[in-house]
């Protein structure tokens, strides 16, 4: 484990490709650094209770009412106000938190889907075949990269836009959080860092 100070009201971003390790990553993360666990899915359901439906039907009602982006999307942006130091885990955070230290998590997506497959927790992606669950990864994240791009101008395929951009493909949890303690660290005290792991 890094011994690092890490500033009590820091954001770390992390986003990145499915099965990338993005909430085993930030569970360790808030347990190094005692910071609050903020997630897209977890807001997203939060509001789909207010709302009185489930995600999928909140999903849907999302496509022609922007009011429900709208909310979710301010939720992050209000967190650059706050004092505390947070652990956000979403597709746009980065975007909507520009003084955030910004994580990228990438992952070969043959291991991807293997690490998706043998989740048990994965109910809502479930697929019959490794080759099944590669095309359909694939997919979703053609589709989500064209919808942000198009609805905010944020290209997640640009790399230049994150601090850092760690390869988890043989990479524990354990390894990767080091690596972004040790990065945020550097970021901190004005030191050079390795953006490429």
Known sequence: MTNTTIPVSAKITI???LGSGKSAVSKILCERSGFEYVST????RQLAQELGLDTLEMNRRADTDPSIDERIDGIFADLGKDPKGYIVDSR???FFLPASFKVYLQADVAVA?????NDPNRKSEEYETKEEAIEKILA??????ARFLAKYGADGTNMDNFDLVVDTTNKTPEQVADIILSGLASKTKGRSFTRFH
């Open 15 to 17: 986003t990145g490709d």
């Open 41 to 44: 899915g977890r807001i997203q």
């Open 92 to 94: 746009m955070a980065w």
């Open 113 to 117: 889907a293997e690490r998706i497959l």
């Open 140 to 145: 979703r994240k053609r589709s989500e990269n």
